[in-house]
């Protein structure tokens, strides 16, 4: 089912109670009684093709996106995927981190080595966690705004196109490596292959997060592959069609 | 072991044994006896079993017969009365089914434990565990195959095999599953 501008805010939740992360991303606050996603976008000053791409997407994996509907800003796609990674740095990973301490404080001789596996294994995740997101922060999102001023404002394109030559934003899609894996293998191990522990409500809280995490950066991704890059491509073409004219 | 063997010479307990162990166990096969002899001439589902049986139709002898068979369990149905006799591995006529229901689960699961440790159910056949140390050691594809004497081909397939078998996807995931299961050790690859 699509979502679309007329519902009510109240009702995407009740639909998918997931979205309640998403829509904390663009400051919607709770409290919306009977305001449909238009009225409450328009109060918060959001666009609203802009928000429903997104809630879409995130609600229905298959969800494609709608062509007329892709006039919005890049500013505002960055600063949703900026809000995201900032969510994953400061929620998610920590709170997965704890939950592992919690069973590693649990553990007993016959299963402290595997846990110990289990830790180092999502330590080493967590870093290449926050490399991703540091190069996709300090590089690519810096980049992508540059492309869009010169495109919108006509100035400094020369100087861009130079960047372009250097690092264009397919550059970026071949490079962009899949975080998700290594999370899907955590969650197999600690369902299938992890000796029994003596907490397993710590082991449920755990999957929880990693499932939820999965899903979250599957989509994440999604957005930053289908719809970032194919904008961003977009206005390099016309970037360098328009140096070649003058 | 699908099979449970109750071997009673009372056609009215052993029919309320059948018919309470045929709701609870539904993927277990009853045979239903009346006594041990036809259970020894039954060749063949001898192995991993349970007997339910009268203890009156138990001998001594008998119960070294069944010890030399594998993975044979037996539970005994007893005519007292079950006061103050904390016996799990023993009916008594004047049970409720809940506790008889009781007693078969908890022998179900220490057999089923015993089993595992046993014979783990392998997973991986022994030249995939084979390639998974390898990978797990961090070997490109092309020196695992020179390694085993197999085309590159052969090790790719493999690889997408083992990895649909174990549900891991990562190279750092094969590490982590070999480790927990002893495939290598820590110091193979310089932990600890
Ligand atoms: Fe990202
Ligand atoms: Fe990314």
Redesign the pocket.
């Known amino acids: 089912m699509q979502i679309h501008r007329a519902m009510p805010m109240a009702d995407i939740i009740h639909i998918n109670y997931s979205l309640l992360q998403v829509i904390t991303r663009f400051d919607i606050r709770l409290g919306f009684g009977n305001k449909t996603i238009e009225e409450v976008c328009r109060g918060q000053g959001i666009d609203v093709n802009f928000f429903l791409e997104i809630v879409n997407s995130f609600h229905d994996p298959d969800y494609f996106p709608d062509k007329e509907l892709q006039n919005f800003r890049l500013t505002d796609i960055v600063n949703y995927?900026r809000k995201t990674h900032q969510y994953y740095l400061e929620v998610k990973i920590p709170q997965i981190g704890l939950y592992i301490q919690q069973l590693l404080d649990n553990s007993n001789p016959g299963n402290l080595e595997s846990l110990e596996l289990i830790n180092r294994f999502f330590l080493d995740y967590r870093q290449e966690f926050l490399t991703?997101?540091d190069r996709?922060e300090n590089h690519v999102f810096s980049y992508v705004l540059e492309v869009e001023k010169a495109f919108l404002t006509k100035r400094l394109e020369k100087q861009v196109a130079e960047k372009i030559k250097n690092y264009s934003i397919d550059d970026f899609a071949d490079e962009?490596?899949n975080?998700e894996d290594k999370l899907f293998d955590l969650k197999n191990i600690i369902i299938k292959y992890l000796p029994p522990v003596k907490d397993v409500f710590i082991c449920i809280n755990i999957l929880t997060e990693l499932f939820r995490l999965e899903k979250d950066l599957n989509n994440?991704?999604r957005i930053?592959?289908t719809v970032l890059v194919p904008k961003v491509r977009a206005m390099e073409k016309a970037i360098l069609g328009s140096i070649k004219r003058k | 072991m699908k099979d449970i063997f109750i071997i009673e010479n009372s056609f009215l307990i052993r029919s309320a044994l059948q018919k309470l162990i045929s709701e609870h166990f539904v993927s277990f096969q009853i045979h239903e006896m009346i006594s041990l002899k036809a259970f020894f001439a039954n060749k063949g589902k001898r192995n991993n079993c349970i007997i339910v049986i009268n203890e009156c139709l138990l001998t001594e002898k008998d119960e070294i017969e069944l010890a030399k068979f594998k993975e044979i369990n037996v539970v005994k149905i007893s005519c007292e009365k079950a006061a103050q006799m904390n016996d799990l591995k023993t009916i008594f006529i004047d049970e409720e089914p809940v506790t008889i229901i009781k007693k078969l689960n908890n022998l179900l699961d220490n057999f089923q434990k015993v089993r595992k440790s046993g014979n783990e159910v392998r997973i991986l056949s022994r030249r995939e565990e084979d390639i998974l140390k390898y990978v797990a050691l961090g070997l490109t594809n092309r020196e695992i195959a020179d390694k085993l004497f197999l085309s590159a081909h052969t090790v790719i397939t493999h690889r997408k095999n083992i990895s649909s078998k174990l549900g891991i996807k990562t190279i750092a995931g094969f590490t982590v599953y070999a480790l927990l299961n002893k495939i290598i050790l820590p110091s193979d690859i310089g932990l600890n």
Request: glycine share 0%.
């Open positions: 995927l991703h997101i996709e962009h490596d975080i994440h991704a930053e592959d």
